[in-house]
């Protein structure tokens, strides 16, 4: 648990577009790197103090970005050094550093969209949503109240018709046709559920004027604190980035512009922005280590 | 003052020829706990949607409902109870647990009914608090509503109905489903709801044992009509004169105490000994106990305890004459059955090799989950009737999915008639072997109508359709469910349609019935009709197992009974010794007459012991 999780689902969700959009549109090292840190940080920091890291994952990450790094100059020949020729295509130096930089890019995206499911609650997932279409959200509570009742009527329908013996008929086509009127079994049972979840809605005043949407999360003061906080490191990152501090070119020959006072500070806004995750998770272990030893 | 009032209503279903509901009246008084009861079919559901006029049925209908001053139905005078009253005053919970819950996450399941009513975000949050805090919610507040158990599943529709604030409850049946630990922490919920809360509660039931003692008003309907309303008391005096297949559903106490006050009680079943036994024993047994009715065990041993001490000459003589009856009266019936069927110890001896025999099986559904089961066996004999009792969870459907072959256990056999059940040919086992009746009958029905099920069920033994029609309406001759063959499955009543599948079922010639739960929803006149079928399947030589939670339905028709726990069969013996070694887990009569009158099973029991007893 950090500060950061039961924050309101919005500041989470600014926090992830104001890491993801900056370094995917600036494709500069610079950016990618803190991207890359702030993520892996906290999904330690997260994994070592639950003690489930999984090695699986992380092969599986550093096979991807191999693969991406690897593959990346068989297909673009931009670069302007070959380090050798297959079957008469140059496969070039500033390929492969492409690739390596756009695999850490992937990675690091994918780790983000990590941090974020670990950090948002599944309940609140949908609760941004529900405030711009809460019909819709209405819907899909339904639905996913829905799927797992039918997986188990499934389940239960078949066992019931193996024991009246319609699975092992020695005759296939009796036996497939048998099998196909057990789904039109589950598709009457469904429309036969709607119905009565029908009535029940009816019966707790569905369709009255004037509905509401009940709002688990409160945006308080906290929540705008660090909404703020965000979106003003967000604003030296842009800032730089439209003045082209941060311009960054892969082919035909790498070459960055020299970083100037606005490039550096752009830089570091990014980076602490990629790090409120892991600080925040820091804050809180050292502040409950310390409210541990006065208890 | 009156908080609902019914008035002359008269209803009938669309192309229906009779009324479902036949110039209906009554009246319910703020706070009170009234019971509308009746066998299935007699209009208590269609009473209670009428009401809540959001889920009323289609049909014609005539009178008039009122709650407080305002007309439920329009064509009143009155001023009319507006669609926000309505959703907000008159809360409603049916049969079915899993139906009602609209949402995914127990926290919005509470919230939407205020969602409906457009209450702001924060008196909604105050509301749901509260009633979570009431219910003692708070645990399980934040789970997925399929994560649920059956009576946390019905717990929650409750609070999501009381959530609203409702004047009156409407129940229909709500405990039907769950099994009896879940049931009773319902109505316990209840019970607190009424006193602490005073909201009124109108309830359909058919198990009178379970909701008399809390009951302020009941009515008993039957067709459509309400013969008797009034309290416990006025509903056993209408009994004791009028002879009702509801008196059956009473609880133990007040079943012998009608039976003693002169009353005619159906004792199990029609064709029993006794035959609606009219005991006009002591001519002061109703004087002894003056006017109250014993309504719980508690009551009854007193009344027990009274009768002992006033009603004989001498009660020790009498307890030892009645303990004497009871070993003649077992030893009378031990012979009598192995004169005209197999008893559990004769079949042993004459049948070479049991019809069902499990042995040692260990199952469990995940390698890193414990043990569902770990070395139970059990074995069944040719026209035996077994029925495995347990707890909640024991695993008494997961050794009838083992033994019907549904699951495979990692250790153990399951043998039918000394044949491993993996060693049957495809397209054997299911025919004339081995059948299941599932909790939930309606999952054997995948045809539009009954009749297509059927059919298709017996063309699979029969050798042409002339034979498998005929054979077809034979059964549901004699199961009296020819009327409803046409019908969809999902249109017939919960015993006509257990009925069906077990016709359904029955179409293979199964040697060996299983039965998951069959009195589940079921009421008393259906209970007797399915212990009668069975009856004549175990004279015909079928074997059958079956799982139940109804210690009373068990004691009077099984002949031998097992308790699964904690993985294995454990006391295993005939219902006599089985339920009277049992000192919690047996039946309402015996906890009534432990250490009063011996060897007490049943109602009848009592009834018969105190004849004897008596001068």
């Given amino acids: 648990m950090t500060i ?11 926090l992830l577009l104001c890491v993801l959009l900056p370094v995917m549109f600036a494709q500069s090292p610079m950016l990618t790197a803190p991207a890359l840190l702030g993520a892996v940080l906290f999904l330690a920091a997260l994994g070592i103090r639950s003690r489930s890291v999984s090695l699986r994952s992380i092969f599986g990450y550093a096979l991807l970005w191999f693969l991406v790094t690897a593959i990346n100059p068989l297909f673009s020949t931009g670069g302007a050094t070959p380090l050798l020729f297959i079957s008469g295509r140059p496969y070039t130096k500033e390929a492969l550093l492409y690739g390596a930089h756009l695999g850490a890019l992937l990675i690091a995206v994918l780790l983000w969209f990590r941090c974020e ?7 609140n997932r949908f609760f941004l949503f529900g405030r711009l279409a809460p019909k819709l959200a209405l819907l899909i509570s339904t639905v996913l109240r829905f799927v797992p009742l039918l997986r188990r009527r499934a389940v239960q329908v078949r066992a019931a018709q193996t024991a009246v013996g319609v699975y092992d008929d020695p005759d296939w086509l009796h036996r497939t046709k048998s099998q196909m009127t057990t789904m039109s079994a589950l598709t009457t049972w469904s429309l036969e559920h709607a119905i009565d979840t029908g009535a029940a809605m009816k019966a707790r005043g569905y369709g009255l004027s004037g509905r509401t949407t009940y709002r688990t999360c409160r945006f308080g003061t906290a929540d705008a604190a660090i909404l703020s906080i965000i979106l003003a490191l967000t604003a030296v990152t842009v800032l730089t980035l439209a003045r082209g ?7 035909p020959y790498i070459t960055a512009t020299t970083p100037d006072r606005l490039a550096v500070c752009g830089t570091i806004a990014y980076a602490v922005l990629c790090l409120i995750p892991f600080l925040s998770f820091l804050k809180e272990e050292i502040r409950w280590s310390f409210y541990r030893s006065k208890m | 003052m009156e908080l609902l009032s019914v008035e002359n209503v008269t209803f009938r279903y669309p192309k ?34 009428l009401i809540k006029r959001e889920i009323a049925p289609y049909g014609e209908a005539s009178g008039r409902i009122f709650l407080r001053d305002s007309a439920v139905r329009g064509e009143a005078d009155a001023p009319m109870l507006s669609d926000r009253e309505s959703a907000e005053c008159i809360g409603i919970v049916l049969q079915d647990p899993e139906s009602q819950i609209v949402t995914d996450t127990v926290w919005h399941e509470l919230a939407f009914g205020l969602e409906n ?25 934040r789970k997925k509503t399929y994560e649920l158990s059956g009576g946390q599943k019905q717990l929650l529709n409750l609070a999501s109905a009381l959530v609203m604030n409702p004047r009156l409850l409407l129940l229909d049946e709500p405990t039907a489903q769950l099994d009896p630990i879940a049931a009773a922490d319902f109505r316990n919920v209840l019970r607190r709801i009424r006193s602490e809360l005073g909201v009124t509660i109108l309830m359909a039931e058919h198990r009178l044992e379970d909701v008399l003692p809390d009951a302020d008003r009941i009515f008993l309907m039957d067709g459509g009509r309400i013969l008797a309303g009034g309290d416990a008391a006025a509903l056993t005096t209408f009994f004791t004169n009028n002879p009702h297949p509801m008196a059956q559903a009473l609880p133990a106490a007040t079943r012998v105490f009608l039976a003693l006050s002169g009353g005619s009680v159906f004792i199990g079943g029609t064709d029993s000994a006794g035959d609606t036994a009219r005991i006009n024993t002591a001519a002061g047994t109703s004087a002894a106990f003056g006017s109250t009715v014993p309504l719980t065990v508690s009551d009854g041993r007193q009344m027990l305890r009274t009768l002992a001490e006033h009603g004989t000459a001498s009660a020790s003589a009498g307890a030892t004459s009645a303990e004497a009856t009871a070993t003649e009266k077992e030893s009378a019936s031990a012979e009598g059955s192995a004169a005209d069927g197999p008893g559990p110890k004769s079949a042993a001896e004459t049948a070479g090799k049991p019809a069902l025999e499990v042995s040692g099986v260990r199952f469990r559904y995940d390698r890193l989950l414990p043990d569902v089961l770990s070395g139970a066996s059990l074995t069944l004999h040719a026209g035996e009737h077994y029925c495995l009792l347990g707890g909640n969870g024991s695993g008494k459907t997961t050794l009838l999915a083992l033994a019907a072959g549904i699951l495979s256990p990692y250790a153990g056999s399951v043998r039918l008639s000394g044949k491993k059940l993996s060693s049957f040919a495809p397209g054997t086992l299911y025919r004339g072997n081995l059948a299941l009746l599932p909790q939930q009958p309606r999952d054997v029905f995948t045809e539009k109508s009954i009749r297509e099920d059927l059919t298709a069920a017996f063309l699979r033994t029969a050798p042409d359709k002339a034979s498998a029609e005929a054979d077809m309406l034979a059964l549901c001759e004699r199961l009296r469910i020819a009327g409803i063959l046409d019908s969809h499955p999902y249109d017939v009543s919960g015993g ?34 399915l212990a009668d079928i069975l009856d004549g399947l175990l004279a015909d030589g079928a074997a059958i197992l079956s799982v139940t939670h109804d210690a009373e339905w068990a004691a009077a028709h099984a002949d031998r009974c097992g308790l699964l726990f904690d993985g294995e069969v454990i006391s295993e013996d005939a219902p006599g010794g089985f339920f009277d070694g049992n000192a919690f887990y047996t039946t309402a009569a015996n906890r009534m007459a432990r250490g009063i009158l011996p060897g007490i099973l049943t109602v009848d029991d009592i009834v018969r012991a105190l004849a004897e007893v008596a001068p």
């Avoid at chain 2, 349609?497 to 359904?504: I, R, S, T, V």
Wanted: hydrophobic share 40%; net charge neutral; with cysteine.
């Fill in chain 2, 117 to 141: 009513l457009g209450l702001p975000s924060d008196r909604i949050r105050r509301r749901v608090a509260e009633i979570a805090a009431f219910f003692g919610m708070e645990e399980w507040y």
């Fill in chain 2, 16 to 49: 229906a020829s009779t009324d479902a509901l036949h110039d209906v009246s009554l009246s319910v008084s703020e706070g009170q706990w009234a019971v509308l009861c009746g066998l299935s079919g007699c209009g208590k559901s269609t009473l209670l949607r």
């Fill in chain 1, 245 to 251: 501090g941060l311009h960054f070119d892969w082919y």
């Fill in chain 1, 4 to 14: 950061f999780h039961n924050r309101h689902p919005l500041v989470l969700l600014a």
């Fill in chain 2, 496 to 529: 006509e349609l257990q009925k069906a599948a077990l016709a359904k079922v029955l179409a293979s010639r199964p040697k060996v019935l299983l039965l998951d739960e069959p009195t589940k929803g079921i009421d008393v006149r259906g209970k007797d009709e």
């Fill in chain 1, 117 to 123: 499911r670990t950090l948002v609650p599944e309940e």
